[in-house]
């Protein structure tokens, strides 16, 4: 065990459990992981993270260290959720993982991904400074591919990535693309991990946070005697 009733991942996003399994029936205050319903009813039990300040915690979800199983699962949850795009748009680092599965489920050829490593044609104005809680300091910058701009222009595009949390990067890239005069109508994400993404998106458009669709969502945790119990009013109850 390390932490406050938290341990390795290692065994973490490896299976998704069904609606019935004991798992479910897990009631606050949490210890070492917490039962994430799909809308289906079965189960993707999340390991909890202590943050750094040690009173609090997070359902955390890596994407590229679940089974294929596991991502196959939320593929086919997330491309649901975005049907009738024309294009599939991935952010970095992780989203990558779901959108060009996501675009393969609804039959497109390709997707589009954003990028943070800057490639030699590509263009200072193709840019965007990124800011995240995971990714505090200045300097990084994610990019679109000038080559990728015809695909985009008056098409209908949804945006994935793996989570949203504070809505930072989701601004990044919303105002990159809102200058290549594209909105997404729709954003899709794995998780949806706490409720302070909605302020932030609503900040740049009141519609935006309405857009939002997810394969499950995750409340933040306080830390108690026996374990871990969510933050009342942080688990986001709008539709997946």
Not at 35 to 42: E, I, Q, S, W, Y
Not at 88 to 113: D, F, I, K, Q, S
Not at 146 to 166: C, Q
Not at 173 to 191: F, Y
Request: charged share 20%.
């Amino acid at each position: 065990m390390t932490g406050h009733f938290t341990r390795p991942t290692t065994d973490f996003w490896q299976e998704i459990l069904p609606a019935d399994h004991p798992a479910g029936n897990a009631a606050p205050p949490f210890r070492y992981g917490y039962p994430a319903r799909l809308p289906d009813g079965r189960i993707l039990v999340q390991p909890l993270r202590q943050l750094p300040d040690g009173d609090r915690a997070v359902a955390s979800l890596i994407a590229n260290h679940a089974s294929f199983a596991v991502n196959d699962a939320l593929s086919d949850i997330m491309a649901g959720l975005a049907e009738g795009a024309d294009v599939v748009v991935g952010m970095p680092t992780l989203g990558l993982v779901y959108a060009p599965e996501m675009a393969r489920r609804l039959g497109h050829a390709n997707y589009v991904p954003l990028g943070y490593s800057r490639k030699f044609w590509y263009e200072d104005a193709l840019s965007e400074p990124v800011r995240s809680l995971t990714t505090p300091g200045a300097g990084k910058r994610v990019y679109v591919d000038p080559n990728a701009l015809p695909r985009l222009e008056g098409k209908r595009v949804v945006l994935v990535d793996d989570a949203i949390s504070t809505g930072g990067t989701m601004v990044s890239v919303l105002t990159l693309l809102a200058r290549l005069g594209c909105v997404p109508e729709r954003i899709v994400v794995a998780m949806r991990q706490g409720t302070a993404w909605r302020e932030t998106l609503a900040a740049v458009d009141p519609a935006m946070p309405g857009r939002v669709r997810s394969a499950f969502a995750s409340p933040l945790f306080t830390r108690v005697e026996n374990g871990w119990m969510p933050v009342p009013g942080s688990l986001d109850h709008s539709p997946m």
